[in-house]
């Protein structure tokens, strides 16, 4: 089961599934804010190396330990990809500016996967790939902060690189994206002093 996102059918609203058997240390140690409820929870992890708390907000997806220290908090719209494994019984999570993916030992929890599948995909907007070479090209999305409803830009996949070519292309992905909602494009490339575009793929 691999979930990456993709655009949404609609505007980002709230999941209707809630609840959870987090203990209140572990529920506590998340510090939510007035409008942000806690939604889902799971146990992950091992006896033979411990276990964490996953934690699914309206607005964000944790690690707590069992002891009630935070580990991290990330929004929604920095999950890149979440894929359970049925065979393994691992969940991995992506951040879409980490390589390095992070696996948990995950059973099955279905309203947890339930809700971590729509909290991702209610932050796409919309995404297309980059008409660059290569087996995974990079990706331009937009995306919904679902705290304060921003639309964020992210370049996805691009490994670093900087050359004109890719500058432009991402420029163009991104002044695509914009105009589905109604966005201004962004400003041309300043030229360099041999009149081709910088490297910058985005301001």
Do not use: C, I, K
């Not at 655009?7 to 999941?15: D, H, I, K, N, V």
């Not at 932050?123 to 679902?146: F, I, K, T, Y």
Request: overall charge neutral; cysteine-free; proline content about 9%.
């Amino acid at each position: 089961m691999r979930w990456r996102p993709r655009r949404s059918s609609g505007a980002a609203g709230r999941p209707g599934p809630s609840g959870t058997a987090a203990p209140e240390q572990v529920r506590a140690a998340l510090g939510l804010d007035r409008a942000e409820r806690l939604l889902a929870a799971a146990r992950a992890g091992r006896d033979s190396t411990g276990h964490v708390w996953l934690l699914a907000t309206t607005w964000r997806l944790a690690t707590v330990t069992e002891t009630g220290e935070l580990g991290w908090a990330r929004p929604w719209h920095e999950v890149d990809v979440a894929a359970w494994s049925r065979e393994a019984n691992e969940l991995t999570v992506t951040f879409v500016d980490e390589r390095r993916p992070l696996v948990f030992p995950f059973g099955q929890e279905g309203l947890f996967l339930q809700v971590l599948r729509e909290r991702v995909q209610a932050s796409v907007v919309s995404s297309v790939e980059l008409p660059l070479p290569g087996r995974r090209p990079p990706r331009a999305v937009l995306r919904h902060d679902l705290a304060t409803g921003e639309l964020v830009e992210q370049l996805v996949g691009a490994g670093g690189r900087t050359d004109a070519a890719a500058a432009q292309a991402a420029r163009e992905a991104f002044n695509h994206l914009r105009e589905e909602v109604g966005m201004p494009p962004l400003p041309p490339l300043p030229p360099d002093a041999a009149g081709t575009p910088t490297a910058a793929p985005f301001d």
